[in-house]
């Protein structure tokens, strides 16, 4: 089975289920400000969603200096753990921190 990385910056954790990346992402790391639209957010899997369920990935562009390569590895991501993960068991564990 293969670990999921943390993938952030600088940061070499890994987990054996993607719930717990995703929980080390919300609790260990710095908040996110959306360049679309000022929002803080959790970094890494919540970023991203909030990116593409929230802007179109013309404004993603625009505002964060991506190109199609950028945005077709962060839908991958995104893609690759909402196939897996239990988000309602994210969310409980988390709580208000999302």
């Given at each position: 089975m293969?670990?999921w990385?943390?993938?952030?910056?600088?940061c070499?954790?890994?987990?054996?289920?993607?719930?717990?990346?995703?929980v080390?992402?919300?609790?260990?790391?710095e908040?996110?400000?959306?360049?679309?639209?000022?929002?803080v957010?959790?970094?890494?899997?919540?970023?991203?969603?909030?990116?593409?369920?929230?802007h179109?990935r013309?404004?993603f562009?625009?505002?964060?200096?991506?190109d199609?390569?950028?945005?077709?590895e962060?839908?991958r991501?995104k893609a690759?753990?909402?196939?897996?993960?239990?988000?309602?068991?994210?969310?409980?564990?988390v709580g208000?921190?999302?």
């Amino acid at each position: 089975m293969s670990r999921w990385a943390c993938g952030l910056e600088g940061c070499d954790a890994a987990f054996d289920a993607v719930e717990d990346a995703v929980v080390h992402q919300t609790t260990a790391h710095e908040r996110h400000e959306c360049q679309v639209c000022g929002a803080v957010v959790p970094d890494g899997y919540f970023a991203i969603r909030h990116a593409f369920d929230e802007h179109t990935r013309a404004e993603f562009v625009r505002a964060y200096d991506a190109d199609s390569d950028d945005v077709r590895e962060r839908e991958r991501i995104k893609a690759d753990v909402e196939e897996v993960a239990d988000l309602d068991r994210i969310v409980d564990r988390v709580g208000d921190d999302v």
